[in-house]
Each structure stands twice: as C-alpha cells, then as structure tokens.
C-alpha cells in the first residue's frame, strides 16, 4: 500500500493542531510522515510544539502566505507518493487512514476525500457542484436540489460519492496527478483552491471520490474565526476567491452573468442585514470599496 505524506497548513490553530497530531499518530500505520506548514503563527506556542512534535517536519514560513501556496510548500517536502491535504481543525476516525489506504488502490489517480462530522457529531456537506448559475448562493443551491429531488442525507448514506468537488480540509491524491495539474493555485490565497484543483482535475478525466464508510471529525472555523476582525478577513477572500474561480472558468457572457449575480447577491443580503450586524456592514465595507483587506 502506499506511504502517506500528510501536509497540514497551520496558523495559530495549536489547541486542535494537537488533538490533530494526536488522532494521526494513533492510527498506528506504516509508511507515513507529517509535515506541518506554519503560515507564521509568530507566536511562543511553535517552540513549544516543535519540541513536542520533533520526530515531524516543519516548516515555518516567515509571513502567512495563504493555504494554496503553504501547501505547495509541504508537497516539495514530501517524501511519499501519496499526499494527504489535512486541515490542523480536524480529528481523524479509528483506521481512516488504513481504510484512505486501501481505497487509493481501489481508485488510483483520482481525488479522494471523507466523510466528516461536525464538533456535535452531526454529518456535514464537505463536498458540491460548482460554481455555476445553479449554485452562486445559498438559496439558490437548495432550490435547485429541490427541483431536482436531491436529497443530501440520503446522498451521504450511500457507500460512496462522485461530486464535483471535495474540500480541502481531507483531500488525496497522488503526486504524479497533483504535479500534472500543477498543483494549488495560488492565486487563491484562501477559499476555493478546492473547488479549482478539482475543476482542473475533472477536466483531464480525474474523478473525484468521497468515501462515505470512513469519517473525520473537522471542528469547522477554529482558525478563520476567532475574533470579528479575522471573520471578516476570511468572508471577504470567500468572495475574492469566487471571482478569480469565475474569471478562469467562465468566459464571455457566461462569466459576466455569473459574476454580476454572485456580486449582487451578497451586496443584496449585506445590505437588507447590515443594519442587524456589524459582520456584514464590515463585509459591505469590504465588498464595495474593492476587498481592501490586509492578509493575516
């Protein structure tokens, strides 16, 4: 079976990072490595987990470079052929990473990712379609499952799934796949890389697999929402990073429409909420004068 090269991108996430070192290291598998890219926490709390955690590698960048490039980062020093993308929020199941590897012997080339739970153990949706027409809001998502009688919890009792996308937060894939598509582009400093690799992937005839039978627990936003201040950073690359996926996927008239209704949209729900919440006058702020928005 493969050896696994597990790449984690963290930025002061130390409380879950550890929960998360330690859900890898009971797995009890041969073949594997951790490699841990630090998007510079610059904090004390690295000294004290690189002593720790000395037997791991790290990488410590000296300004947050954004996920797509720390984890370009961590694939250059990787030493297997089978890399594991893993967010430093998540906890891993019983052998999850046995069953990840026989599943990669079973679907080779391809993107692979898990089901997950949240905190409250409850499953969640780390996976979709992509951005389209269909797709560019919330409302309009659930709308055109309902039109289509999908039903998202039926979906996650089967044995496994073919979306058009899986998150970022447990995603693997070869590394011969992952150098032909080129890796993550970073021009997605945070959001969307996800749906981008695998757009790519499926254009060059990649499937992407979610495996249903095997669960990680993903405690979602223990780094991206801290405080106001980085929720609104955050909310406002989510939206960045939709119109650089629109610009390189879509073209023509295609594009503009698309771009202008996933726009307006959010314009539409900051400006009915702002008044309600300081979040989304932030995000107006952000949205209207250009995502003027200085990274971590």
Not at 135 to 144: C, E, H
Not at 262 to 273: A, D, H, M, N
Request: hydrophobic fraction near 35%; proline fraction near 2%; glycine fraction near 4%.
């Amino acid at each position: 079976m493969p050896g696994l090269s597990i790449i984690i991108v963290n930025y002061k996430s130390w409380s879950v990072l550890e929960k998360c070192i330690e859900s890898i290291s009971s797995q009890k598998i041969n073949s594997n490595e951790i490699i841990i890219v630090d998007n510079n926490s610059n904090d004390n709390f690295i000294k004290e987990f690189k002593k720790k955690y000395s037997k791991y590698k790290w990488i410590v960048n000296d300004k947050n470079l954004g996920f797509s490039k720390a984890c370009n980062i961590g694939a250059k020093a990787a030493k297997y052929d089978q890399y594991v993308f893993l967010n430093p929020d998540t906890e891993l199941g019983e052998n999850c990473l046995i069953q990840l590897k026989l599943n990669i012997v079973n679907y080779p080339s391809s993107i692979i990712s898990i089901s997950q739970l949240d905190s409250n153990g409850d499953i969640t949706f780390p996976y979709g379609k992509f951005l389209s027409i269909k797709t560019f809001n919330g409302t309009i998502r659930l709308l055109f499952r309902f039109l289509k009688f999908e039903n998202r919890s039926e979906d996650n009792k089967k044995p496994l799934l073919r979306p058009d996308w899986v998150s970022g937060s447990f995603l693997s894939i070869d590394k011969k796949s992952f150098n032909k598509l080129g890796g993550w582009d970073e021009d997605y400093w945070m959001y969307y890389e996800d749906m981008d690799l695998c757009k790519r992937a499926k254009n060059i005839g990649m499937e992407i697999i979610l495996i249903n039978s095997i669960s990680c627990t993903h405690h979602h936003g223990k780094s991206s929402r801290i405080d106001l201040t980085t929720t609104v950073k955050t909310k406002t690359y989510l939206i960045r990073s939709g119109i650089i996926f629109i610009n390189k996927h879509y073209s023509g008239y295609s594009q503009k429409i698309l771009k202008f209704l996933f726009i307006s949209s959010r314009i539409t729900e900051y400006v009915l909420l702002s008044p309600f919440s300081k979040l989304k006058r932030l995000l107006l702020y952000n949205l209207v004068f250009n995502f003027r928005v200085k990274e971590f």
